[in-house]
């Protein structure tokens, strides 16, 4: 089943590594929204890796594809992310602040998330692909 994807920073690199099942899910999904602290954290990398430059060109040719999509927060974002804050402070755990921002994005753009980080299985309202 084809679904609108939101890209995690791992699967990204995975995808780029070659990993025929990050490619499958690519290929298959209709739109790949990469949220803009994704693209934050890919771009950190590139800045201290040794291939930064060739990094930062292939990553631009992906973001420049008809499919993909860079999602900015917006006041909107900002609701659902203190919406998803509330539930994790409430039952007593926390994810780190870009995945809290990344998990808003998702849930505003209702999207399945393309990720292999467990932060976001405590979100149980996010739909997941791409586990360990």
Known sequence: MA???????NRYRDVV??????VAVLRAAPRICVPLDVVAELRA????????????????RVLH??????L???????????????QLTSAGTTIPTNDLWIAALVVQHDLTLFSRDSNFDLLRQIPTIGGA
């Open 3 to 9: 679904v609108d994807i939101a890209i995690g920073t």
């Open 17 to 22: 590594d070659g990993l025929p099942e990050a």
């Open 45 to 60: 990398g590139f800045a201290v890796g040794s291939q930064g430059g060739e990094n930062e060109a292939v990553f631009e």
């Open 65 to 70: 594809r008809p499919r993909v999509k860079v």
């Open 72 to 86: 900015i927060p917006t006041m909107e974002t900002a609701h659902h992310y203190a919406h998803l804050y509330r």
